[in-house]
């Protein structure tokens, strides 16, 4: 349903006739084009802002929105084939250095929280809830080829094969999830059936009794019919929490809630059409943020994102790798790291 593919927009020039008899170029609509790629995650809410914001603007200016994955996005906003990256997670440290390399700089901006969701089909009756400790056991690197069966992950589940499916490497939600739940970025076992498509592991997982997989929330709710969320426990003993819109946004659905971003390039920075949208995009954000079923940010969060938009504050607060549990008001008002 989210699928979108982006293509290269060709922009035309027209001629009018002067007042000397004369031709001189008049900008058409098609030479304002924003151009945004990357999540997946992020997609949903960057591709409803951008239809709202070619409405109000009607036609003027164009705004294309692909789904090439975190990783991807950020491959093609570095070398400076896009305006605005979308990322399910912070810019790493390789990619930092390949836009340094490109000379691109850029601004990041948090536009939403996202609680990583994990699914199981309606059919399965035995995993009620899950621990961060069982996660692990069934996603790391040693489990490959290992843990194949459900009650060696806990042995009051069933003698059954367990079918995993999962977001590509490419995927910000990827390397959050093994960062929370493995403990370290990108470190996941590989026989599972990966796709940067979250639609691809809902079907996977509603058609395979004994399916499990994680994608962001949002995903999760247009498919509950299909679906089963299963309660995580951060710890052993401790309560198993439900996502939800509530749990993730009063942070108690740990560890897979996290703040997900915009990127902006600063050669866009000065393009006029770049600082609407984005002021657009922070002002709308609230609403549209909820419309997508996705969890806004505290409204003290947004003025403070549009602020370091507006003085142009470059850099990351992240300084290349990933954080589990980061206060988004903290992160707003650390410096940049490039």
Known sequence: MFQRNLFKQLALAGFVAGALGGFAPVASAADQIIKIDGSSTVYP????????FQKSKKGAIKVTVGISGTGGGFKKFCRGEIDISDASRPILKKEMEACAQAGIKYIE?????????????????????????????????AAQGVVTKWNQVNPAWPDAPIKLFGPGADSGTFDYFTEAIVGKA?????????????????????????????????????????????????????????????????????????????????????????????????????????????????????????????KRKLGTGFGGEAEVGVLIEELLKREGKH
């Open 45 to 52: 809410i960057t591709e409803a802002v951008a239809e709202e």
């Open 109 to 141: 901006l948090p536009v939403a929280y996202e609680g990583i969701t994990v699914v199981v089909n309606p059919q399965n009756t035995w995993a009620k809830s899950i621990t961060v400790a069982e996660l692990k056991k069934i996603w790391e690197p």
């Open 186 to 310: 990108k470190s996941s076992r590989g026989d599972y059936t990966a796709s940067e498509d979250d639609n691809v592991l809902v079907q996977g997982v509603s058609r395979d009794k004994n399916g499990i997989g994680y994608f962001g929330l949002a995903y999760y709710l247009e498919n509950q019919k299909k679906l089963r969320a299963v309660p995580v426990a951060e710890k052993e003993g401790k309560a198993p929490v439900a996502v939800s819109i509530e749990t993730v946004k009063n942070g108690s659905y740990q560890p897979l809630s996290r703040p997900i971003f915009i990127y902006v390039s600063d050669k866009a920075y000065d393009r006029p059409e770049i600082k609407e949208f984005i002021q657009y995009y922070l002002n709308q954000a609230p609403k549209l943020v909820a419309e997508v079923k996705y969890v806004p940010l505290p409204d003290s969060a947004y003025k403070q994102a549009t602020d370091n938009f507006n």
